[in-house]
């Protein structure tokens, strides 16, 4: 499956959300408020559309890096190229010509430090894959599960965003590319006993 285009419908809105009161003398309640930074992307697959909201305070580097590369373009006509049911769909590898964007997507961003309480890798949670401390470039997965507790474990893996639409489109993606890492595990431990 391929990601035809994708395009910011409000490129950068601000919201006002509640995040806490406290009582006063003055008045029975005392409402705080603060800016939450939003992106809202919508995107063409192969398999159908869906809209993805990136939310900056969840993850601030995070969320400038994956909202420029889908304001530049980057991730058009790019594949799912892991798919895998039960466990995550990723993607971040381009077809751009422009070499000055796959250098910039190349580049790693420091990691976002982990909220607490963390955001949970429900299904439909985006985050960036990873391979070590402040290794996120351009490579983003979509989590298929409410149930992995291998999600978040990771300094890298810190939510950027989630899908708020389609994601019956994302679910039906074929699946492809690799195996979860358990079961990588289990066939190793397998092929040990086998001697040829």
Same mark, same amino acid.
């Given at each position: ?18 995040? /806490? ?13 603060? /800016? ?161």
């Amino acid at each position: 499956y391929t990601l035809s285009s994708c395009y910011s419908l409000a490129a950068r809105r601000r919201t006002f959300s509640v995040v /806490s009161y406290r009582p006063s003398l003055r008045t029975p309640r005392h409402y705080y408020k603060m /800016s939450v930074e939003t992106a809202l992307i919508s995107c063409g697959s192969s398999a159908g559309s869906f809209e993805m909201e990136m939310v900056r305070a969840w993850s601030p580097m995070g969320y400038d890096r994956a909202v420029e590369l889908f304001e530049r373009g980057y991730y058009d006509q790019s594949h799912f190229f892991r798919v895998v049911p039960n466990f995550l769909v990723q993607f971040g590898i381009s077809y751009t010509a422009d070499e000055e964007l796959k250098r910039f997507a190349r580049t790693t961003i420091p990691d976002d430090p982990q909220l607490d309480p963390p955001i949970a890798f429900v299904e439909g949670i985006i985050s960036y894959a990873g391979s070590g401390d402040n290794s996120r470039s351009s490579q983003v997965f979509i989590s298929y599960t409410d149930k992995n507790k291998l999600f978040g474990t990771n300094k890298w893996e810190t939510p950027v965003g989630k899908i708020i639409s389609g994601m019956d489109h994302v679910r039906n993606f074929y699946s492809y590319g690799d195996m979860p890492p358990w079961v990588r595990d289990i066939r190793d431990e397998l092929c040990s006993y086998i001697v040829i």
